[in-house]
Nanobody, 122 residues
Framework: QVQLVESGGGSVQAGGSLTLSCEVS????????LGWIRQVQGKEREGVAT???????TYAAYVKGRFTISKNNAKNTLYLQMNVLKPEDTALYYCAAARRCYDLIQGKADSWGQGTQVTVSS
């Protein structure tokens, strides 16, 4: 069982930065791939970035070079640093966990946080 609680969303102007945090409890850090999934209003959920138990992170093409996913094992916390934000990044961002990183990048997960809104104005 994995529990996920996000924080750090908000409103920012285009070109700005935000950092999302996700507290992970249960067996999330040891047994799951962790990541961020977003949902633009009226569209399907899409994967943003994933980080496996060990190994390199994976990013969706539309955020590569602008977003960085990281985790602090000592704090059981997952992060998403978002730079050079664009209006099209406006979405509800979910912290998520899955047995396979492939599922996360497809926008699917076994466990979900409650979501945090990110709004980017032009």
């Amino acid at each position: 069982q994995v529990q996920l609680v996000e924080s750090g969303g908000g409103s920012v102007q285009a070109g700005g930065s935000l950092t999302l945090s996700c507290e992970v409890s249960g067996s999330g850090f040891t047994n799951y791939c962790l990541g961020w999934i977003r949902q633009v209003q009226g569209k399907e959920r899409e994967g943003v970035a994933t980080v496996p138990k060990s190994g390199a992170a994976t990013y969706a093409a539309y955020v590569k070079g602008r977003f960085t996913i990281s985790k602090n094992n000592a704090k059981n916390t997952l992060y998403l640093q978002m730079n050079v934000l664009k209006p099209e990044d406006t979405a509800l961002y979910y912290c998520a966990a899955a047995r396979r990183c492939y599922d996360l990048i497809q926008g699917k997960a076994d466990s979900w946080g409650q979501g945090t809104q990110v709004t980017v104005s032009s």
